[in-house]
């Protein structure tokens, strides 16, 4: 028996390994081989190790061989055949000689290079000498121009080896498509204003080839160069010679109709607009024709004059606006409300008409205001300004004026602005309150006592200052004593003459109101909301959560927050949470997903109190989503690994939400696939009104909400506030800039500027141009200017980095000294700061530049990244989340002769969602510091990290940098740009040594490889841990290196020899690695 069963198992064996070397399909006839399609033909790989490059691999010759880079699976070797071939079989061979091994790899084609299909499931080969080292894969013919080997494992070598890489096929090439548009038509074919239109091509396949079946025949439509829908539903293989017609079925705003607008226009359709196949022709998929939409019958509301009694008011008159309203349509339409505003704010508006107003006919509505604050006012009447009406043009519903409105003799005492020293405290320091009063009356008069308030109740004083301040002049106040801070967020009051010794024109006037931040001295960022994570909230209607547990990224769970979010797949699926405190601010970070050509698709969310429904959130995906196939990301799909897949949107709810509400969203309205991380919700304080001695931009064209580009109105309100010595006020309300927003020039910098808006939640500065160098804000101060600007949000339509090239900062160039920017929001830059001047030999660099109680999210590139001699700046008390490089980093580049950076600061900063590289990044300088700071969740990079790659000055005369209190938290990576790992702190002497650094008082938890990193031969000396809390290693379970051989994550890990660390009360808990250490032998470490 027992012979029996060996020699049955020995023909088992021999079947298995039979079936290993050719897939086991049903036979295939073929007609006669080509010659090999593949020999010398255009061969990439994605590594090389050493000399083994990729076109040894079909030269030919098999005693020469490309192989892949250790550890750095998965290895691709793809071959371009040069044109679509119908292939059938790959033959692979070693060298004859060498000793048995297994390999594991796919087989895979493209006709495109971008798209690949599984032509061969991964499976695992032996190539054994007795039968040459070869072997040989059969398949069923198939239209290939790209043919890829995608290995993830070789028992004989740490990367994928292949001597000979050949394909073939039958006799008989399948040729080459080549697609063009010869017709385009629309539906309807006679257009009016506002209709729905619908457009088809007709494309001709007149190449030598068929296109391949189950690739998109896709086509763009484009009015007058804009992209309004495309078709991407057909996929039939069209013969040469053939013709089909698509019609659109998609668009970048989720709709496949576009809206017509009167006039004639160019209409394009651009055949296989993403390059989804190789042709032969690739210049010729164009296809235009002109298109006449004739203007449907509309009445077009405007305002011809607007009046006001009396015409110059002083302060407490009633004044009494007249507005001429006159229909220059050609159809009736109702008038509907007519708002009056002063400074963007409506301080009036007329009942809702919907009586019809015939063709040129006219009307005149009123409405009244009882005149504030001393100076120059910009009002503003609008039609229908609740859009009861269709009209043919709906941007020039709006009239202009300007009103100066004067002081009544006598008295008036205001203050202006309230300030405190230290700048930023946290809780239990002591704070110094100071106030500037200004007299804007006629006469002089004495200021009196100065209350300052906290909340309500008044905490210190001024003394009482008697001194006569003459008409138009200020003076500056200081409290007496001191307020022993608390934690949190705080409303801040300043009162002049609260003991009412100066009789004043005016008595209702005296108190300004800030908002102030006061840090816990814990890690992180002090911020005013409240967030509810996903994880935590009730789910129902088919709402899936999603999770990431070992940091998959192939997972958006990834990229969410603790790696989980809420998936809200069909009609009625929710989540919700119930809210602990109020506020009527809900910001949203989501998820959705991308379209074909990287231009995202538009979608929205309910939002539901309670039960009842509030708001519809619109969303789209057209910010979100990179591709990496390598270190520089791509905006369209590509195969690549993808990043960057949630964003945010944030809104202000009517009726603040109150503690123990329930707040919902839910999908309700289309097709799409919706994913929520959390919200959060915050208390929303009054908006700022414009403050004295300032200019408004409404005063100079601007106007808010109307679509137009207030460029032009900006820069006139700087010029002039520059010249005056005045504050630049950018009222309420969504203000469209084209262009870069340039303050100051190069040949006349400022010497002094403050610009502030009426606060984050109110005022919305929108850069509308998504070309490079077309958006962002440009400072142009000088080497001594100081600039303070604040209380806005800020968002661009970019949506490219352009290969490194976006020149689209939100904030650049010459900062000056002592310049503050805070309390602002920005997203969807390529940064958020860029502190560098390249305008100048040598470099002017910012000094003493403060940047806090700032968001800085949803950036391409560096959340702030302080360049070219930065020096005693800081970093302090911001929420930077979700940005695509470093989240705050320091680079001392010497470009343009700028000097070393020195003394620079990130405090108290809450960095999250950071992708790509490091959430806090050194590479070199002297004196700086990095404490108090909370980092969590990075993707694809560290939490800390140091290299001296870049160039410019590195480390060479750093006397001293300390990261101390700091939190890192699910960070580090295996799978960084380069398929590599980083440590969750990362250390890299690239090329010339890193030296002098502490880490002190850090925990390290979770971390997704190694906790600590030390890498290349650059040296390290001078390095030292202290108090330093490991809890948690290797949970991605990732064993593959770049730089060692496998293994699990450790506590401290070095691929150099050379340098040294010491650590100083280490502890370290569940690290996954056994030991926890993996040392390089000759670099030292020291343990105390």
């Known amino acids: 028996m027992k012979k029996s069963y060996k020699k049955y198992t020995t023909f088992i064996l021999v079947l298995a390994f039979m079936l290993t070397q050719v897939i086991a399909f049903a036979p295939i006839v073929h007609a006669a081989d080509t010659a090999n399609l593949a020999l010398n033909k255009a061969i990439t790989t994605s590594s090389v190790q050493q000399s083994y490059v990729a076109t040894n691999a079909n030269d030919g010759n098999v005693n020469t061989y490309w192989e892949g880079a250790p550890g750095t699976y998965p290895n691709t070797l793809t071959v371009d055949l040069g044109s679509a071939q119908s292939i059938n079989k790959v033959v692979l061979k070693l060298n004859p000689t060498w000793g048995v091994r297994t ?10 290079n971008s798209s690949y299909s599984t032509l061969v499931a991964s499976n695992t080969y032996t190539f054994n000498p007795s039968s040459s080292n070869t072997v040989i894969i059969t398949f069923t013919e198939t239209s290939a121009r790209y043919v890829r080997l995608n290995f993830t494992a070789n028992s004989g070598a740490t990367g994928g080896q292949i001597a000979e890489f050949e394909a073939y096929g039958s006799s008989t090439s399948v040729g080459t498509p080549d697609l063009v548009v010869t017709d385009i038509s629309w539906n309807p074919e006679s257009l009016l204003t506002g209709n729905s239109v619908t457009f088809s091509a007709t494309i001709k396949n007149q190449g030598t080839g068929a296109t391949p079946a189950g690739v998109i025949n896709g086509v763009s439509f484009f009015v007058d160069d804009t992209q309004v829908s495309w078709s991407d539903n057909n996929s039939s293989s069209i013969a040469p010679g053939a013709s089909i017609t698509v019609t659109a079925n998609g668009g970048p705003s989720g709709s496949s109709t576009w809206a017509a607008t009167a006039g004639n226009h160019n209409i394009t359709a651009w055949v296989d607009d993403v390059n989804r196949m190789s042709e032969l022709n690739e ?28 015409n110059s008011p002083v302060i407490g008159d009633t004044v009494n606006f007249t507005a001429t309203i006159k229909n220059q349509g050609n159809a009736a339409g109702a008038p509907g409300i007519v708002s009056f505003k002063v400074d963007g704010t409506q301080i009036s508006a007329s009942a809702n008409d919907t009586t019809s107003l015939a063709v040129g006919a006219t009307k005149t509505v009123t409405g009244t205001w009882s005149a504030s604050g001393v100076g120059s006012h910009s009002v503003t009447a ?7 009406t269709t009209e043919g043009n709906e941007a020039n519903n709006t009239y202009n004026l300007n009103l100066s409105v004067n002081p009544k003799s006598g008295i008036d005492l205001v203050v202006t602005d309230i300030t405190w020293s230290p700048s930023y405290v946290t809780a239990g320091s002591p704070v110094t309150f100071s106030a500037t009063v200004k007299n804007q009356g006629t006469i002089a008069g004495a200021a009196g006592v100065v209350s300052f308030k906290v909340d309500g109740t008044q905490v210190v004083a001024s003394s009482n200052s008697t001194a006569s301040l003459t008409a138009g002049s200020t003076l500056t106040l200081t409290a007496t004593g001191t307020w022993a801070t608390t934690s949190g967020a705080h409303s801040i009051s300043a009162t002049v003459d609260n003991n009412n010794t100066t009789t004043e024109t005016d008595e209702t006037n005296n108190t300004y109101n800030v908002n102030m931040s006061v840090g816990n001295g814990d890690r992180g960022a002090t911020v005013p909301y409240t967030r509810y994570e996903s994880e935590d909230a009730t789910i129902g209607g088919g709402a899936q959560l999603k999770s990431a547990p070992t940091f998959d990224y192939s997972l958006t769970a990834s990229e969410a927050s603790n790696q989980k979010y809420v998936e809200l797949p069909s009609n009625g699926s929710y989540v919700q949470w119930t809210v602990s405190k109020s506020g009527a601010g809900v910001n949203i970070r989501f998820t959705m997903p991308d379209s074909s050509d990287g231009m995202g698709l538009k979608g929205s969310l309910d939002c539901y109190v309670n039960g009842a429904k509030v708001q519809t959130i619109d969303l789209t995906s057209y910010y979100s989503y990179q591709y990496f196939q390598g270190d520089q990301p791509g905006d369209a799909p ?29 999908k309700s309205g289309d097709g799409l696939v919706y994913g929520v991380d959390f919200v959060e919700v915050e208390s929303v304080p009054s908006a700022i009104s414009q403050p004295a001695n300032s200019l408004s931009v409404t005063s100079y064209g601007a106007t808010a909400n109307d679509g137009t580009d207030d460029l032009a109105a900006f820069n006139a309100c700087v010029s002039a506030a520059a010249s005056q010595g005045k504050t630049v006020y950018i009222p309420a309300g969504t203000f469209n800039l084209n262009n870069m927003w340039v303050i100051g020039s190069v040949s006349s910098p400022l010497s002094s500027m403050t610009i502030t808006g009426a606060g984050m939640w109110y005022t919305n500065i929108q850069f509308t141009n998504s070309n490079s160098a077309s958006g962002g804000i440009s400072l142009r101060m000088a080497a001594t200017g100081n600039l303070d600007f604040s209380n806005v949000y800020i968002n661009s ?14 904030f650049m160039d010459n900062f000056g000294t002592n310049s503050r920017i805070h309390d602002f929001w920005e997203e969807h830059f390529e940064c958020g700061f860029w502190v560098g001047d390249y305008a100048h030999t040598p470099a002017i660099p910012a000094d003493g530049l403060v940047i806090e109680n700032g968001r800085i999210r949803n950036n391409l590139a560096d959340g702030v990244n ?3 001699g930065t020096k005693n700046s800081t970093v302090r008390n911001c929420s930077v989340r979700n940005n695509g490089d470093d989240g705050l980093a320091m680079w001392p580049d010497s470009t343009m002769g700028a000097p070393m950076e020195v003394n620079n600061s990130f405090l108290y900063n809450t960095i999250e969602n950071n992708w790509r590289a490091a959430a806090i990044a050194i590479f070199g300088g002297s004196g700086h510091q990095a404490r108090y700071n909370y980092i969590k969740d990075s993707f694809m990079g560290s939490g800390i990290r140091l290299n001296t790659v870049f160039p410019g000055y590195h480390f060479e005369n750093n006397t001293g940098i300390t990261f101390s209190d700091t939190a890192i938290i699910n960070c580090g990576t295996s799978k960084d740009c380069y398929n590599g790992e980083r440590g969750a702190i990362d250390l890299e002497a690239s090329n010339t040594g890193i030296k002098n650094i502490t880490f002190e008082n850090i925990d390290i938890i979770n971390t997704q490889r190694d906790a600590i990193q030390f890498g290349y031969p650059g040296g390290f000396s001078g390095i030292v841990f202290k108090n330093i809390t490991i809890d948690g290693t290797g949970k991605d379970g990732i064993t593959t290196s770049r730089f060692s051989s496998p293994h699990l994550g450790t506590a401290i890990y070095t691929y150099t020899s050379n340098g040294s660390a010491t650590f100083n009360n280490l502890v370290t808990r569940n690290i996954t690695a056994n030991p926890p250490y993996l040392i390089m032998n000759g670099f030292v470490t020291t343990f105390n």
């Open 103 to 112: 390999q594991t790899f796919s087989l895979l084609s493209s006709t495109n």
């Open 283 to 310: 210049n010729n998929n164009k296809y235009s024709e002109s298109l006449e939409v004739t203007n449907s019958p509309m009445a077009d509301l405007v305002v011809t004059n607007l009046t006001c009694t009396p």
């Open 382 to 388: 609008t039609v229908d300004n609740s859009n009861i």
């Open 638 to 666: 590509n195969g690549g690994q993808v990043a960057f897949r949630f964003d945010e949107k944030h809104f202000l709810l009517s009726t603040p939400l109150k503690a123990g509400d329930i707040l919902k969203i839910q």
């Open 797 to 810: 339509n970019l949506r490219s980095r352009y290969g490194q090239n976006a020149i689209y900062k939100c």
């Open 866 to 868: 302080f360049c070219q």
